[in-house]
């Protein structure tokens, strides 16, 4: 079978987007760690899959697949190039989108040059809903990680995540740390790790280990993570920049119990076909 796809990136953080609307296919598993693989596949970093809604209220169904073949709940540098694919492949005119996500409904908006804007919902911050293994709320917690104390701020942006605030960026051992904070046992499901240098109350740097993935050139929803931990501990403001190795995310969150927005570029790389 034949399956039209488009390669794409949000700041480098790079996708195959595959329309299920107008083709049908289905991915296993082990199909979507084959095409992952940089070598011999198309490689990404997540497989994006267009589908009808399931929900009368949504325009789409977005669905993400992680390198290795595990199904994600949220992203959003992801949900930036959806938008932009939904657009380019004529599929809506609209350019206003509801998305149902398994981590809850998400709306994207068509902006000049290239920039997608995205409503993240709420943020998450209860234990429970993150969710992350604790005996009651605080925005701070030391988990004992190889023998180290690491203190991480734990967010929800439909997805998990922990923020860990450094004084370096380039000296934090991203790999190592990372892989070990996103498997602790407190984290039932596993984080995204993302690891942010406060520069000032507007701007920030940020490399993040991602789930499923490893580290990645740009996180949206571990920038939108980075900001919500960053004002809950009082380091960033309600507005702000976050930088990654890719390029840089405007965040916006008046707050608790508010809807996030993030800002950021949507590119095309190439077009093309696979045999499944």
């Not at 904070?181 to 280990?209: E, K, T, W, Y």
Request: charged share 20%.
């Amino acid at each position: 079978m034949k399956v039209e796809f488009s390669k794409m990136h949000g700041l480098g953080n790079d996708f195959m987007v595959v329309d299920l609307v107008s083709q049908n296919a289905s991915f296993l598993p082990e199909q979507v760690r084959c095409l992952a693989d940089r070598h011999t596949g198309v490689g990404f970093d997540q497989l994006l899959l267009v589908e009808p809604p399931q929900s009368p209220d949504a325009d789409f169904r977005f669905r993400i697949y992680n390198a290795d073949g595990s199904e994600a709940e949220q992203c959003g540098n992801g949900a930036r190039c959806f938008a932009r694919f939904v657009h380019d492949h004529h599929l809506s005119p609209k350019r206003e989108l509801r998305l149902e996500t398994r981590g809850g409904a998400i709306v994207t908006r068509l902006c000049a040059n290239d920039e997608v804007e995205v409503d993240m919902g709420v943020p998450r911050t209860a234990p429970a809903e993150i969710p992350f293994l604790a005996d009651a709320p605080a925005s701070v917690y030391a988990l004992e990680v190889d023998d180290l104390r690491i203190d991480v701020t734990p967010v929800s942006i439909g997805n998990p995540h922990a923020v860990v605030f450094v004084d370096s960026v380039f000296d934090a051992p991203v790999a190592v740390l990372g892989a070990a904070i996103g498997r602790h046992p407190r984290f039932p499901d596993g984080a995204n790790v993302g690891f942010c240098q406060i520069v000032d109350s507007g701007f920030a740097r940020l490399r993040v280990f991602e789930r499923g993935v490893g580290e990645t050139r740009a996180c949206g929803s571990g920038a939108c993570a980075a900001a919500v931990a960053g004002q809950l501990t009082g380091r960033l403001g309600k507005r702000c920049k976050i930088s990654l190795p890719g390029g840089k995310l405007r965040i916006s969150w008046p707050g608790p119990g508010e809807v996030l927005t993030m800002t950021g570029a949507a590119s095309h790389v190439y077009h093309g076909y696979i045999e499944l």
